[in-house]
């Protein structure tokens, strides 16, 4: 049943990211070429609510869907590898023309060469999971 409901929250965000064109290589390229307050206006709103829920869950300690309590990890003062890490994120955004959610819902929406970046994205992710005791963190 678990399986279920991801399958439908999955399929939701992807038809959200694909209709408010988040997926889309234009809006992106857009962005990054300071053209238009589209790609802002949504990753900024989605912040927004990001932050007004953990307030919530931690104000009122909301329970997950099967009852069990959200945790929080407390922040990490190291500013250094979140700004390294997130140039490393925004240049392969900015190459690729998307970011991880909407590479899903692009393959859904017929666009077959995204699957060259999927493929390339687990092997990172696998390669980093091989390598992360011999990396700074």
């Not at 939701?12 to 997926?23: C, Q, R, V």
């Not at 992106?28 to 053209?35: A, N, S, V």
């Not at 945790?71 to 023309?97: C, D, N, Q």
């Not at 970011?99 to 390669?127: D, H």
Request: hydrophobic share 55%; net charge positive; charged share 15%.
């Amino acid at each position: 049943m678990r399986l279920l409901i991801y399958l439908f929250i999955g399929v939701l965000f992807g038809i959200t990211m694909f209709k408010s064109e988040a997926a889309s290589w234009f809006r992106i390229y857009e962005m990054f070429k300071f053209e238009s307050f589209h790609m802002y206006g949504i990753i900024g709103s989605a912040l927004f609510i990001g932050v007004a829920l953990v307030q919530a869950i931690k104000r009122f300690n909301i329970k997950s869907f099967y009852g069990e309590k959200i945790y929080f990890k407390p922040k990490e003062k190291s500013f250094g590898r979140y700004m390294f890490g997130g140039i490393t994120f925004g240049l392969g955004w900015a190459l690729v023309g998307a970011c991880p959610g909407p590479m899903f819902a692009l393959v859904g929406a017929g666009c077959v060469p995204i699957l060259v970046v999927i493929v390339f994205s687990v092997l990172g992710t696998f390669l980093y999971g091989l390598l992360k005791d011999k990396l700074p963190h």
